[in-house]
Nanobody, 121 residues
Framework: QVQVVESGGGLVQPGGSLRLSCAAS????????MGWYRQAPGKQRELVAA???????NYADSVKGRFIISRDNAKNTVYLQMNSLKPEDTAVYYC???????????????WGKGTLVTVSS
């Protein structure tokens, strides 16, 4: 079974940095896009950043210039380097992967359980 596991969350002061990691494993044929979403208390889940297998990236306007998404296709792993963190970046961060488990099958969404990022002094 496909598993998606995040790591790297924690408490950081405003202006600080954190790096999140996410690894997908278990019966994977290929992955198209991998991305990070976040959900703050009382708000809807939103896209933070995503990267395709070809390296195309997409960022939310609120994180452009501060966050960098990268990917290691060989390891089915995606990273999110978060710099100049603000209190409004506080949220649970979820990893998403568009996974194909057979060569010609459809891509399906898989989600991690999330990792909490708290930006506070």
């Amino acid at each position: 079974q496909v598993q998606v596991v995040e790591s790297g969350g924690g408490l950081v002061q405003p202006g600080g940095s954190l790096r999140l990691s996410c690894a997908a494993s278990g019966g994977i044929s290929s992955i198209y896009a991998m991305g990070w979403y976040r959900q703050a208390p009382g708000k809807q889940r939103e896209l933070v950043a995503a990267v395709t297998s070809g390296g195309s990236t997409n960022y939310a306007d609120s994180v452009k210039g501060r966050f960098i998404i990268s990917r290691d296709n060989a390891k089915n792993t995606v990273y999110l380097q978060m710099n100049s963190l603000k209190p409004e970046d506080t949220a649970v961060y979820y990893c998403n992967a568009d996974v194909r488990i057979t060569t010609m099958g459809p891509y399906m969404d898989y989600w991690g359980k999330g990792t909490l990022v708290t930006v506070s002094s």
